[in-house]
């Protein structure tokens, strides 16, 4: 399986951005999403995840009630929408695949859990 993420860029705070996850392979129906990010300097944290048919979703605390996390199997893709951004939010944004499928409450926070990695967007959210 093959992750490409796209849609990062520079917006100001407050703004809006829409960042998209798409996959290569017939299997990504069958895979759990999620979404992690990397602010320099920081270690890779876990910012959202849904599982396989998009009927169960996970966020991290810091991004609750900001961001959305959907999914459209028969477009191989994985969205993340991010409304009123912060300065804090700006990171490299990965998106990865998790063949298990169902979303765990400690599992699907964890990078170990994932199984495959796409190769990041940029996110940068001025003050």
């Known amino acids: 399986v093959q992750l490409q993420a796209s849609g990062g860029g520079l917006v100001q705070a407050g703004g809006s951005l829409r960042l998209s996850c798409t996959a290569s392979g017939r299997t990504f129906g069958g895979y759990a999403m999620g979404w992690f990010r990397q602010a320099p300097g920081e270690e890779r944290e876990f910012v959202s995840a849904?599982?396989?048919?998009?009927?169960?979703?996970m966020y991290a605390d810091s991004v609750k009630g900001r961001f959305s996390i959907s999914r459209d199997n028969a477009k191989n893709t994985v969205y993340l929408q991010m409304n009123n951004l912060k300065p804090e939010d700006t990171a490299v944004y990965y998106c990865a695949a998790d063949t298990y499928g169902i979303l765990d409450v400690a599992a699907s926070r964890d990078i170990n859990e994932y199984d495959y990695w796409g190769q990041g967007t940029l996110v940068t959210v001025s003050s």
């Open positions: 849904v599982s396989w048919n998009g009927g169960s979703t």
